[in-house]
């Protein structure tokens, strides 16, 4: 008699424990792409309608460099030319170090180390602009008129170092993002042929994570073209400068000058009115700024799409000598990179410290504002987070679902196209967006200002950088995550459901954390669409005609009264306020994202 061996056969998995269909993905993915689309189609058609509203000469915008609307003459060289060289001194300064303290917070200090760090950069990032603009009138004015011997110390050197300041955290903290989604197996492969780790970087990280980094030096182009107030605040506004030698030039760098934002964020926009030459030659500045920040765009990614960095890199390996103390020295020179954003960051908290005093009282949190600069800032405070708050309801799901589209299921051509379309609606002007919400929204629709209107005039802040950063995240996933969801037989929406939003959560909580750190310093589309000075309820009754009040526009208004102490000593106070409210911020969504991200973090 023979001894039979049951053998439990393998039960079949059940059917409710499949992903659902998951069609509503599409629906999603399709709305956040529409949403850029059609930010982009309503700026367009805002500004081509300006410029249709009378007549522009093109060839006298682009080049005469003289402004002067009483003699109707419109010349934008002069701007074009402020804009490109803020622009590329912040990113000379700006992407060196950042870039090195990414790769030293991702691949050389220990996790328990980097994290606290990686928060203070981040902290950095969510400083908003306008105190940005106060820092460099107390700090980087003062420096330049002693360098310089320029009274004042208005200037571009000023404008551009302001900027370098406020883009670095964004490089680093979207860097570090694409670094951490590299996986783990590219190192261990290259470690094991005997690599150091410097050339592990180099020719296995790298590659992987170029185009996350890119992204946030893309990111960090648009915000400089785009800044309007804090470049407002120290470049000095002088039109027609233009050097024509190069002796010139540099003497133009340490002198008051005017780019393309500062003079849409002036005055002019509102004296130019509705129509006529006047407001045709503004719009077709900011249809300007618009092809710059197209152009820088398309310029980088074919700059960087190219095979021929990795094979560089490879050809410089094999002939490199002395490398391990090659190895110690760039690990050096990246770990040091750090201690100038921290720097920064201690600088930065002492002078708000120093002066903004006002902030310690309790009452001035929870009291209302009394005259121009007397009480506290609760109303303020109140404004503040509600368009914070409903900006970024309506940002997130509309930011992720561009992201998935660009990083699972467009073609490379048109992920190209659409990264270009984004980053181009991240460069816009906010100015732009806060005059085009103002005519559309408040006076074609008849809404007045309206606390709902400020916030969807932010919505095209927040949104490119939630998609850029899911999307860069997205590219760098494991091919083998992917292959695995497939071959289990999952659909395209069930994979996007099961497998990429899981995986790209982390990048987007902190996308949606640098858009809204950036749109809560955001002053100028709320200065025409949201907030009023004095007499706005601390909550709307309504939607429609209820303005609020916001920390932003209140510190702008007292900072325009440098010569009053008691207004000085407000607008540090208020600042203070609204750096702890982005930190507040900031804390919750990095616990949230290291929740999610569990243990991803790279040793």
């Given at each position: 008699m023979t001894a039979k061996t049951l053998v439990r056969q393998p039960a079949a998995p059940e059917a409710s424990l499949r992903p659902h269909p998951s069609r509503w993905v599409w629906a999603w993915v399709g709305a956040g792409t529409v949403s850029v689309a059609g930010v982009m189609l309503v700026l367009l058609g805002y500004l081509g309608a300006g410029v249709l509203s009378g007549t522009v000469d093109w060839i006298g915008l682009l080049a005469e460099p003289m402004w002067s609307p009483t003699d109707s003459v419109f010349g934008g060289l002069a701007m074009i030319y402020g804009s490109a060289v803020v622009c590329l001194i912040s990113l000379v300064l700006a992407v060196p170090v950042g870039w090195a303290g990414a790769i030293a917070l991702s691949e050389y200090l220990p996790p328990r180390l980097a994290r606290p760090l990686r928060m203070s950069v981040e902290l950095l990032a969510a400083v908003p602009s306008i105190v940005y603009g106060l820092i460099g009138i107390m700090a980087v004015r003062p420096f330049i008129a002693w360098m310089g011997d320029v009274p004042g110390g208005d200037s571009l050197l000023a404008a551009g170092i302001v900027l370098a300041v406020m883009i670095m955290p964004t490089i680093v903290a979207v860097s570090v993002d694409a670094l951490s989604a590299v996986p783990d197996r590219y190192r261990e492969a290259a470690y094991s042929l005997g690599l150091t780790r410097r050339e592990v970087v180099r020719s296995a990280v790298l590659p992987q994570a170029r185009q996350g980094m890119r992204a946030g030096v893309l990111l960090g182009l648009a915000r400089a073209l785009g800044e309007a107030i804090a470049v407002f605040l120290v470049v000095g506004r002088a039109?027609?400068?233009?050097?024509?030698?190069?002796?010139?030039?540099?003497?133009?760098?340490?002198?008051?000058?005017?780019?393309?934002?500062?003079?849409?964020?002036?005055?002019?926009?509102?004296?130019?009115?509705?129509?006529?030459?006047?407001?045709?030659?503004?719009?077709?500045?900011?249809?300007?700024?618009?092809?710059?920040?197209?152009?820088?765009?398309?310029?980088?990614?074919?700059?960087?799409?190219?095979?021929?960095?990795?094979?560089?890199?490879?050809?410089?390996?094999?002939?490199?000598?002395?490398?391990?103390?090659?190895?110690?020295?760039?690990?050096?020179?990246?770990?040091?990179?750090?201690?100038?954003?921290?720097?920064?960051?201690?600088?930065?908290?002492?002078?708000?410290?120093?002066?903004?005093?006002?902030?310690?009282?309790?009452?001035?949190?929870?009291?209302?504002?009394?005259?121009?600069?007397?009480?506290?800032?609760?109303?303020?405070?109140?404004?503040?987070?509600?368009?914070?708050?409903?900006?970024?309801?309506?940002?997130?799901?509309?930011g992720f679902g561009a992201g998935i589209l660009l990083g699972v299921n467009a073609s490379a051509r048109a992920a190209r196209v659409l990264q270009t379309v984004t980053v181009v609606v991240g460069g816009t002007p906010t100015i732009l967006l806060g005059l085009a919400g103002f005519v559309i929204i408040c006076s074609t629709m008849g809404w007045g200002r309206s606390w709902l209107a400020g916030a969807i005039v932010l919505v095209p802040v927040v949104v490119p950088v939630v998609a850029l950063t899911t999307a860069g995240r997205v590219s760098g996933m494991p091919a083998e995550m992917t292959e695995s969801a497939l071959a289990l037989g999952l659909s395209r929406a069930q994979y996007i459901r099961s497998v990429v939003v899981p995986y790209a959560w982390p990048a987007t909580l902190t996308g949606l954390l640098l858009g809204l750190a950036r749109a809560a310093g955001e002053t100028a589309p709320l200065l025409f669409t949201a907030t009023v000075v004095f007499g706005a309820p601390a909550l709307p009754s309504g939607i429609v005609n209820a303005p609020v009040q916001a920390l932003p526009t209140h510190i702008f208004n007292l900072s325009q009264d440098s010569g009053d102490p008691l207004a000085v000593s407000q607008a540090w106070g208020s600042a203070l306020v609204l750096v702890l409210i982005t930190a507040v911020l900031l804390c919750v969504a990095v616990a949230l994202r290291n929740r999610f991200e569990g243990e991803r973090w790279t040793t």
């Open positions: 039109d027609g400068r233009l050097p024509t030698s190069f002796d010139e030039l540099l003497d133009s760098l340490v002198h008051p000058g005017q780019t393309l934002t500062t003079k849409l964020a002036g005055p002019e926009p509102v004296l130019a009115g509705t129509s006529g030459p006047y407001f045709a030659a503004i719009c077709g500045l900011g249809l300007i700024l618009l092809a710059l920040v197209a152009a820088a765009t398309v310029w980088g990614i074919r700059r960087t799409s190219g095979p021929g960095s990795a094979m560089r890199g490879s050809r410089k390996r094999q002939s490199s000598r002395m490398r391990g103390e090659l190895d110690k020295a760039v690990g050096l020179l990246r770990v040091g990179a750090l201690l100038l954003p921290g720097a920064l960051l201690v600088a930065m908290l002492a002078v708000l410290v120093t002066r903004g005093s006002a902030a310690f009282a309790p009452s001035f949190w929870f009291t209302s504002a009394v005259g121009s600069s007397g009480g506290g800032v609760s109303d303020q405070i109140l404004g503040t987070l509600l368009l914070v708050v409903t900006t970024g309801l309506m940002s997130l799901p509309l």
